[in-house]
Nanobody
């Protein structure tokens, strides 16, 4: 496993943007598929996006396509989530996750998790 720490969350007005960062510790980061999940109040954790170890393939949940962009910098052991055109329904705690394997939308397939960062979107 790798240790993951998210940052960049905060309060933003609807239509605005935020960039989340996930810093990883460990020399094996470059081998991990990374993903972002989110949990809204009173709801189950849901998949947002994932990216392969080399950044060659991304997999987005339909509701965020065209608005969110995932990227990674293996030299910095960091994965990013650029969020544009934010909507109130995007609000929640965002979690960074990692796994050794292909991209997956199932949380149970990821073995490393951060503590989450809060994203609040006002209308």
């Amino acid at each position: 496993q790798v240790q993951l720490v998210e940052s960049g969350g905060g309060l933003v007005q609807a239509g605005g943007s935020l960039r989340l960062s996930c810093a990883a510790s460990g020399r094996t980061f470059s081998s991990y598929t990374m993903g972002w999940f989110r949990r809204a109040p009173g709801k189950e954790r849901e998949f947002v996006v994932a990216i392969t170890w080399d950044g060659g393939h991304t997999y987005y949940e339909e509701s965020v396509k065209g608005r969110f962009t995932i990227s990674r910098d293996n030299a910095k052991n960091t994965v990013y989530l650029q969020m544009n055109s934010l909507k109130p329904e995007d609000a929640g705690v965002y979690y960074c996750a990692g796994r050794l394997g292909t991209t997956s939308s199932y949380a149970s397939m990821y073995n490393s998790w951060g503590q989450g960062t809060q994203v609040t979107v006002s209308s």
